[in-house]
């Protein structure tokens, strides 16, 4: 185990304020050159909420590999913790970061912790199965590997981090994208989506993300056994957008769906989902068709976005109380690249949203902060 020396940098800038929550806008990067927060269900932050990891890329195409970067929030300065990266994955909050880096021969996995910035090598990837590491349990002892083969062979492993033995602990023909999750604070269930019907073609490309059966939510135990099937999807609900987490450290789920639903009180698209109430519950009224999701590390809150408003607005809301509050708008194009969807998601100490904009014509991460009392009125 070593100690990361950073050679810091400044891109960012403080941009604006948003008018209807005073919201403080920050440009975190600004070089020629792809950033993103990587993705929001599973946040990519340190404990504190200070430091965040970020991924650059110069290039894009499966054979390219990117530059893993670190900002620090306080001081608005950059470094680079690493290059020749193909993979991050984290335990959402933990700021303990697991990257492959490295292509055949060399392709390897090394730990960061953004907290110490202590770095370790852990062991060559070798013929260990998948690309990459899907999610992380909250011990660090457990990781999540994925794998796909055309056209309906899709399979899930459980990774010992210490000892690198891998064990077949799910295979179904329906989670062409798992989204694979643990929860918060244990290893006792993890979370997957379940794209029902969803093919691949000869070469890998996905040709249908689902049939008509739509795309629904269940978790498993750890081992694979126990499946508990959440009661959103079709038949129960319109299919999910794609987009879901856990909330906290519980058996409760988060989603946005394609449509509106309507549970006999409420009508909307974000739902509290859970296997131990047979009906989804509409967290908040709404027309409007919302996307991304994400749940603050204390349970209470969460983050989403919506493609079809303008401007795109980034949405905060309280889970038990569902109020709700623009902070602020993404003005990303929301493309078919990843890295131009806003993919908001609260930092640990609920005093930031980061999230990803092509405003300026080019992909680069941003902050929004989160104003003195915004959170308390929310849950009012």
């Not at 927060?37 to 990891?53: F, K, V």
């Not at 981090?161 to 290893?187: C, E, G, V, W, Y």
């Not at 969803?198 to 126990?226: H, K």
Request: glycine share 10%; with cysteine.
């Amino acid at each position: 185990m070593t100690k990361i020396k950073l050679q810091p940098w400044f891109e960012s800038c403080d941009l604006d304020v948003y008018p209807a929550s005073g919201s403080r806008i920050r440009m975190l990067t600004s070089a020629p050159a792809i950033t993103h927060n990587i993705y929001c269900e599973q946040p990519y932050c340190s404990a504190d909420g200070n430091r965040l990891a970020l991924l650059r890329h110069h290039e894009l195409g499966p054979d390219c590999m990117g530059d893993l970067l670190l900002y620090d929030i306080k001081t608005y300065r950059i470094a680079r913790l690493e290059r020749e990266v193909t993979g991050v994955c984290c335990h959402a909050w933990s700021g303990v970061l697991y990257v492959t880096m490295g292509r055949d021969q060399q392709k390897r996995l090394v730990k960061i912790d953004l907290n110490t910035l202590e770095r370790e090598e852990l062991f060559p990837w070798g013929d260990l199965p998948g690309s990459g590491l899907g999610a992380i349990s909250a011990d660090q002892r457990t990781g999540l590997l994925y794998t796909q083969k055309p056209p309906q062979d899709f399979r899930i492993y459980t990774m010992d981090l210490q000892t690198r033995k891998t064990t077949l602990i799910h295979q179904s023909p329906d989670i062409i994208n798992p989204h694979l999750q643990f929860r918060l604070h244990n290893a006792k269930r993890i979370m997957i989506q379940e794209n029902r019907g969803g093919l691949l073609d000869a070469e890998g490309y996905s040709v249908r993300s689902c049939d008509a059966r739509g795309v629904g939510l269940y978790s498993i135990a750890a081992d694979g056994s126990d499946r508990k099937d959440f009661p959103v999807g079709p038949p129960h609900t319109p299919s999910t957008t794609g987009h879901e987490c856990w909330i906290g450290d519980t058996d409760r789920a988060m989603v946005t769906l394609g449509g509106i639903h309507d549970d006999g009180e409420k009508r909307g698209n974000v739902l509290e989902v859970s296997h131990d109430r047979p009906k989804a519950r509409v967290v908040f009224e709404s027309t409007n068709i919302w996307n991304h999701m994400s749940v603050s590390r204390c349970g209470k809150f969460f983050v989403t976005d919506a493609y079809g408003l303008p401007g795109v607005p980034i949405l905060l809301g309280c889970i038990k109380t569902g109020k709700t509050r623009i902070l602020c708008e993404a003005l990303t194009t929301g493309g078919g690249g990843q890295y131009t969807h806003a993919h908001p998601y609260i930092t640990s100490d609920n005093k930031w949203v980061v999230y990803n904009s092509d405003r300026t014509g080019l992909a680069q991460a941003y902050l929004a902060a989160v104003p003195d009392g915004f959170l308390e009125k929310l849950e009012d």
